[in-house]
């Protein structure tokens, strides 16, 4: 079966930048996504077009089609009294937008009051290398088209 549009893809990856590791699937717990469905890169999920189970390839993905290239407006300063407990330098908050999602950002500075915070994904701006092998395909069950992701077996919960 080929990696097409709803279908359910399990995939061990290792993703490199600069020549570094820098994310991995644990052996024996693949990545599992729905494919069509923007759960994964744009320019990850069109290389794996039409594979199938069994298929490695190797996949370069520019900024562009992985998670944009990054961008100085999307880092600001905000001041010490925003964060309720001790602000560690490189460690992930989330705040809340004014429509109610989520953002994460990365504090990439302390000085006194002011904390500089960067908002662009941590791979932003980054030429992203995969070196992927296809285990498994299968058909998307009604309950995952309907969600738009992939369910680990025996494993979900919507709140």
């Keep these: 079966m080929n990696i097409t549009q709803d279908k359910v893809v399990e995939l061990d990856y290792v993703l490199k930048v600069d020549g570094e590791v820098v994310d991995r699937s644990e052996p024996g717990d693949p990545l599992v996504y729905l494919h069509g469905h923007s759960n994964i890169i744009p320019g990850l999920e069109r290389a794996l077009e039409g594979k199938k189970a069994g298929d ?5 993905v520019q900024p562009e089609d992985g998670y944009g290239e990054r961008d100085e ?3 600001e300063t905000l001041d010490r009294s925003d964060f309720d407990d001790e602000v560690e330098v490189g460690a ?5 937008a004014e429509d109610g999602s989520v953002l994460p950002f990365t504090v990439v500075g302390v000085e006194g009051d002011q904390v500089q915070v960067d908002f662009n994904p941590p791979l932003a701006g ?3 290398n995969f070196d992927v092998t296809v285990k498994n395909v299968r058909d998307a069950t009604p309950e995952e088209l309907e969600h738009g992701h992939a369910h680990a077996a025996g494993v979900h919960e919507h709140e």
Excluded: P, R
């Design 126 to 128: 980054q030429v992203l």
């Design 56 to 60: 490695s390839l190797h996949v370069t």
């Design 73 to 75: 407006d999307n880092v």
């Design 92 to 96: 992930t908050y989330y705040a809340q």
